[in-house]
């Protein structure tokens, strides 16, 4: 894999830290290095794009993995990360491939000299990769602890990248723990960061994550977006802007039309149901919707909307039956659930998702 290119420099002494003359390059400087001290340094054929590190340099040492028996040095965004090559080599294909070529330098440190290799992916930033480490280095906390989405998405991302197949398949499934895809389970997810769930699910392929992510920016008003700082690409405001048309056309017609199915197990008590009449149904709900304000809370909002609904009428229905047939209002949870679940279902059309 090639990331962007960059010269980084050999790590002298960090402050705090014993003499630099321990932490150098592990050859000496001649008296021919010192008069060619101004000539550029010859570059390695295998990374060619890389300089040899030089005494005057001094990469930061990360201050969490930087351990003392480790046996490879790794450099990500000029941090140097001192780490057990073995346990690395084992989780990560990328590096496993990358560890079966020639280092980039040689590093002396802590009384022993480690290959160091430098971390040449494009993408990959050094918050995503320490995330990365602190799952693979101590999976256990990251399970009995509940993590961050930043914290998720940082693992994920930098998994992808770098073959950690097992650490991405613990991310993908907290996301899809926190943003559930299922119709039922909408509102029991998480409404926080969807912008960046929606490049996340391009970064992992997942499409059910995409989905969720792209309906809760719908439903935000602008989209989520904060005026000319938006981070939404134009085919994602297209995209939206269609989806919510659908949307907002499907819920109109609903507060419009009204509950049309009734229960039979009440059919014979023609005068005795509250709402058996169109008439008398239709003024019920117009007045009930008005009163909720429904039509305009949930105009960007269907799904949600529906799950409402099924609250607002089992509620009425059961305050003052005499007003709201229950029989009727079990029918009617029938006819918006199945409502729902086919607005969910075309939504997939919508937003040009996978079929």
Avoid at 32 to 52: F, G, H, T, W
Avoid at 166 to 184: C, D, K, M, S, Y
Wanted: charged share 30%; proline share 6%.
């Amino acid at each position: 894999m090639s990331g962007p290119q960059s010269s980084v420099g050999s790590p002298t002494t960090p402050t705090g830290s014993p003499s630099s003359q321990s932490k150098g390059v592990k050859r000496e400087a001649t008296a021919e290095d010192i008069e060619e001290v101004s000539a550029p340094r010859p570059k390695k054929p295998r990374n060619s794009s890389l300089q040899y590190l030089t005494l005057d340099d001094e990469p930061d040492r990360d201050p969490t993995f930087w351990y003392s028996d480790g046996s490879v040095v790794l450099s990500v965004a000029e941090t140097l990360f001192k780490l057990h090559r073995s346990r690395l080599a084992s989780q990560s294909t990328y590096l496993q491939d990358l560890f079966e070529g020639a280092p980039d330098e040689d590093f002396e440190a802590d009384g022993n000299t480690c290959p160091l290799y430098v971390i040449r992916v494009k993408g990959l930033k050094l918050f995503d990769f320490s995330s990365l480490l602190s799952m693979v280095e101590d999976p256990f906390s990251a399970r009995r602890n509940t993590p961050s989405f930043a914290l998720i998405a940082a693992v994920a991302r930098a998994a992808k990248l770098l073959g950690f197949d097992q650490a991405l398949t613990w991310a993908t499934g907290r996301l899809e723990e926190t943003w559930p895809v299922e119709v039922a389970d909408i509102e029991r997810g998480s409404r926080d960061h969807a912008q960046e769930a929606l490049e996340l699910s391009r970064i992992l392929d997942m499409p059910t994550i995409r989905k969720r992510a792209l309906y809760e920016l719908m439903r935000l008003p602008g989209f989520g977006q904060d005026g000319e700082d938006s981070a939404l690409s134009i085919s994602d405001y297209r995209l939206l802007t269609h989806a919510r048309e659908k949307c907002s056309l499907h819920w109109t017609g609903i507060m419009k039309k009204g509950p049309t199915k009734l229960a039979t197990k009440c059919a014979p008590l023609l005068q005795g149901c509250p709402v058996r009449h169109d008439g008398t149904r239709l003024n019920k709900w117009w007045t009930l919707m008005a009163k909720e304000d429904m039509m305009w809370r949930y105009y960007l909002d269907p799904i949600g909307g529906y799950r409402q609904l099924k609250t607002l009428l089992f509620r009425e229905a059961k305050a003052d039956p005499m007003e709201w047939c229950p029989d009727c209002q079990k029918e009617w949870e029938k006819e918006w659930t199945t409502a729902q679940e086919n607005l969910w279902k075309d939504l997939d059309e919508w937003l040009e998702l996978p079929q």
